[in-house]
């Protein structure tokens, strides 16, 4: 690739966000970052915009150019407090739908109109519906990992992070919970509910292996692994703490393990690590093709033309919008709990 002259006035005005990541971006590839880092901020000015970045995003869009990071729960829930115009996605296609949902009257981008997500891709509005046949009563549950047309079919959504709140929050002895079936048997290991699961998967998590992960822990006596609940079961049988993406990094920074093994997509390690410099990451990451279809330039590209933006037909919209927002009623009727 010809090397392009970079502006040195640009490199000093993003020097302090350099300082923020340079423990994991090597020096030579942030001239390369810098002009986008750089023009990203001044758009985000200049249309009124913020980018919602999930936890698996690399570190130069994650810490030097997103207004809000976290889990698809917090993305979800950051997202109705926003007064921007315009809100850029730097996520998958799912979150980006989620975002739009609850905010109709707003510019949802998506950078890459290919972000998808195995899980989304496995299972379709008519199977929902065949389920239903199949099981008449029975309140269907869906991860948001899937399609708003799936959501639209389904009576509430969950994630990660709030699975087994959100099926004990139903009063049913039974419960179909959609599509990803390791999520759907973690979450039957921790209740006595009936959970009748789909037959989907996370291609990243599902690639991880219990055996890989002993082989880790064999070197290293005091290693702490910490897996995300889209992990096959023995994998998360070999696990010390099992978590949504924001729930394994409140864990490391909190309890500051000496090392520490995230068993999930590789840009997690990079961004907990950034400024966290008394724990070792052990790093035998997957990564999501998916996510890593955002990139900055994408990102630059997507905000100087106020496109790709996510449209839902409203039709659709309006049952998966119910679907999302039982969801968040649940989390808040916990919070009111807590606080009483
Ligand atoms: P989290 O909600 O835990 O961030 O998970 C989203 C996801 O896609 C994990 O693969
Ligand atoms: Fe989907 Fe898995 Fe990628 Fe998450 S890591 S977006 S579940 S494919």
Redesign the pocket.
């Given at each position: 690739m010809p090397v392009k002259h970079i502006d040195a006035t640009i490199i000093e005005k993003v020097a302090p966000l350099y300082e923020r990541v340079k423990t994991v971006i090597p020096d030579i590839e942030w001239p390369f970052h810098a002009p986008h880092i750089a023009a990203i901020n001044e758009l985000k000015k200049e249309k009124n915009a913020v980018i919602l970045a999930?936890?698996y995003q690399t570190p130069e869009i994650y810490h030097c150019v997103a207004d809000i990071t976290g889990?698809?729960?917090a993305l979800a829930q950051r997202a109705i407090d926003t007064d921007a115009d315009v809100i850029v996605v730097a996520g998958v296609h799912f979150m980006a739908e989620t975002a739009k949902l609850l905010n109709p009257d707003k510019t949802v981008l998506i950078p890459d109109l290919g972000a998808g997500?195995s899980l989304a891709e496995s299972i379709t509005a008519a199977d929902v519906r065949k389920l239903r046949e199949q099981y008449p009563g029975v309140p269907v549950v869906t991860y948001v990992?899937t399609s708003a047309e799936v959501k639209a079919e389904c009576d509430i959504c969950c994630?990660?992070?709030n699975a087994l709140a959100i099926v004990e929050s139903l009063g049913s002895e039974r419960v179909i919970f959609l599509p990803d079936e390791y999520l759907a048997n973690y979450v039957a290991q921790q209740t006595d509910i009936e959970i009748i699961s789909w037959q989907g998967r996370?291609e990243?998590?599902g690639r991880f292996t219990a055996e890989e992960l002993e082989s880790f822990r064999a070197g290293h006596d005091d290693l702490t692994i910490i897996a995300?609940p889209?992990c096959p079961p023995d994998v998360l049988a070999t696990a010390d703490f099992v978590g949504?993406?924001?729930q394994m990094q409140d864990y490391v920074v909190n309890k500051r393990p000496p090392k520490v093994l995230m068993v999930t997509?590789c840009s997690m390690s990079d961004n907990v690590s950034v400024g966290i410099d008394d724990v070792e990451f052990i790093r035998p990451c997957n990564l999501c093709p998916y996510m890593k279809k955002i990139t900055l330039a994408n990102i630059q590209a997507a905000l100087e033309t106020l496109s790709p933006a996510v449209e839902i037909d409203p039709a659709v919209a309006n049952r998966a919008r119910a679907a999302v927002e039982r969801m968040l009623d649940v989390g808040r009727s916990k919070m009111t709990e807590v606080a009483a």
């Open positions: 999930h936890n889990d698809s729960l997500c990992n994630t990660s992070g996370c990243v998590h995300h889209e949504s993406t924001a997509e």
